[in-house]
């Protein structure tokens, strides 16, 4: 599995500091991207992402919470996102997820957690990487909803049935009491932000989440 820790939990005052203390744990960098309409709260856009990318090798996972995506992708592109995901909610996303690729960026795709699998299925062969929201976006630090893992199996089925090679992330409520069941599920990626950026340490927080979800810490797996 690959973690990638949430910014928004992170110090703003001291944002390139906070992303390399995580760092050596680090596989990916989520940068949640919200603009007070499509959730309620306001968050960054790409002027941070444009000065946080000369200071990480990391992987910048973008992931829009925003009304007018299509308005944003080549600004965010220009800034050096790496990966782009954009919410099923709004509509067809096949022109996103054209102009996604036409920027040479990483296309992704999410759902709420109200949002039937259904409603991404038809995309999974155009996709890179499928986000399962496992809070209603908007806010760090909320507890996970569990249903959502149906959901991930479900995916996580069709997805090796098929062959394809799209990863399966998982965002919201992601911890050391969920990162191992969200793992079982099928998800390739867990995003972290409260789990990591709100403890004492960190790069220790990150550390244990990552062995409490391949299960290195010794803990028995539902499977075995
Ligand atoms: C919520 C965001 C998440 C958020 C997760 O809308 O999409 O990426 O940072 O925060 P935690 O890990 O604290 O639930
Ligand atoms: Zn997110």
Redesign the pocket.
Known sequence: MKLAP?I??ADFSQLAAEVERVTPEADLL?V?VMDGHF?PNLTIGPPVVKSLRPRTDLYLDC?L?VDNPGELLDDFAAAGADGITVHVELGDPRPLIARIRELGVRVGLTHNPDTPLDAVEPYLEEIDTLLF?S?F??????AFIPSVLEKVAEARRLVDERGLPVELEI????GPATARQAVEAGADIL?????IFHADDPLAAARHLRAVATGADGAATASA
């Not at 976006?137 to 909320?142: A, K, L, S, V, W």
């Not at 965002?171 to 992601?174: E, F, M, P, V």
């Not at 995003?191 to 789990?195: L, R």
Request: charge should be negative.
């Open positions: 949430s928004l939990s989520h949640d959730v992931h919470m929201m809070v976006p908007g806010f760090g630090g909320q965002d919201g409520g992601i995003v972290a932000g409260s789990a």
